[in-house]
């Protein structure tokens, strides 16, 4: 099983950016796709970003194409979520996803379809 923890959330003004981070322990970094969501109060975890296994497929919530960034690195083990010109409807708390796949170019997009989650990191956005 794997473990997941995030971390860099935080306040920010509007326009401004972040970069989040999730440490990911216990098992074969390698063998997970990642994905990003976040949820407000009251609402679904939203898929924000996702990245496959091999690293090389990704995709976005068209809500934060050209505002976001995910990538991973095998050797810390951590995958990233760099976000700008975040705007009050951002705000939520942030949670890492892990599915363990034998797909190396999969990217999932349903949160029921992850397995392992980590505690989540709130970011809020100022106007």
């Known amino acids: 099983q794997v473990q997941l923890g995030e971390s860099g959330g935080g306040l920010v003004q509007a326009g401004g950016s972040l970069t989040l981070s999730c440490a990911v322990s216990?098992?074969?970094?390698?063998?997970?796709?990642m994905g990003w969501f976040r949820q407000t109060p009251g609402t679904e975890r939203e898929f924000v970003a996702g990245?496959?296994?091999?690293?090389?497929?990704?995709y976005y919530a068209d809500t934060v194409k050209g505002l976001c960034t995910i990538s991973k690195d095998n050797a810390k083990t951590t995958v990233y979520l760099q976000m700008s010109s975040l705007k009050p409807g951002d705000t939520g708390v942030y949670y890492c996803?892990?599915?363990?796949?034998?797909?190396?170019?999969?990217?999932?997009?349903?949160?029921?379809?992850?397995?392992?989650w980590g505690q989540g990191t709130q970011v809020t956005v100022s106007s």
């Open positions: 996803a892990a599915v363990r796949t034998p797909d190396i170019t999969g990217v999932f997009f349903s949160s029921v379809t992850y397995k392992s």
């Open positions: 216990g098992s074969s970094f390698s063998d997970y796709a």
């Open positions: 990245i496959s296994r091999s690293g090389g497929s990704l």
